[in-house]
């Protein structure tokens, strides 16, 4: 890939679990592997209950080459309410954060300020929740998030548990442009496109889709998606 492009995938584990009913975390990693990503965003990276340790173990992440963001949850957690970020090499931390969600569920944001191959980018990863009121009412609490910001190139990334077209969703994205849909769930036989990103007007994306060479389709009920972004020109 050349320098002034970055890919960014964004995967739903399932906890490792896959179709066949067996966690396999070294089988998630095989599919993250196959990415060909300089940063993944995960959902469904812990185990649901408290303390919630991870299913995709931190040692195994990173014996793969993976550097895992901490985001500050304690109990052996991987990221914030399930949500983890792994990096390449090359790709830097300047910041990291997390934000609550409204809902009836317990959900988060987890928030990475990076130096990349494209300059610095601000990463969010998100899983939403299963109702769209609430749905809307966490991506309107994300914007304002950003609204209390430095600008900076910005991509949202994760399950947004939207089946609908993005439109649905833009009333509480100002600002950013949710890309054309990619079907990525039920994995056997995608017809949903719960997994998707949103960019500031300053990326673009040169390219993005889902990927469901073996053994994505059996790893997790959720194909994982791509995206190379670029700089606005």
Request: net charge positive; proline share 11%.
């Amino acid at each position: 890939m050349k320098a002034e492009h970055v890919r960014i995938a964004s995967y739903n584990l399932q906890k490792c679990v896959g179709l066949d009913l067996r966690r396999r975390p070294d089988r998630s990693l095989e599919v993250i592997g196959a990415l060909q990503a300089q940063i993944v965003v995960l959902q469904e990276a812990d185990k649901r209950l408290p303390p919630r340790p991870a299913a995709l173990p931190h040692e195994m992440a990173e014996d793969e080459g993976w550097h895992v963001a901490h985001f500050g949850e304690p109990g052996g957690s991987l990221g914030w309410h399930g949500n983890a970020m792994l990096l390449a090499p090359g790709i830097d931390i300047l910041k990291t954060d997390h934000i609550d969600l409204p809902g009836l569920e317990p959900r988060g944001a987890i928030l990475a300020e990076l130096a990349t191959p494209i300059g610095p980018l601000r990463v969010l990863g998100v899983h939403l929740g299963l109702i769209r009121r609430y749905r809307l009412l966490q991506l309107a609490a994300i914007t304002r998030h950003l609204r209390r910001l430095p600008p900076l190139p910005t991509v949202l990334a994760g399950d947004f548990n939207e089946w609908g077209p993005a439109r649905a969703l833009d009333v509480a994205t100002p600002g950013l442009t949710i890309l054309p849909e990619r079907p990525s769930f039920p994995s056997p036989r995608p017809v949903a496109p719960l997994d998707r990103f949103a960019l500031s007007p300053d990326l673009r994306a040169l390219a993005h889709g889902t990927h469901s060479a073996r053994p994505a389709r059996v790893a997790s009920d959720h194909l994982p998606v791509w995206a190379d972004l670029a700089r606005q020109r």
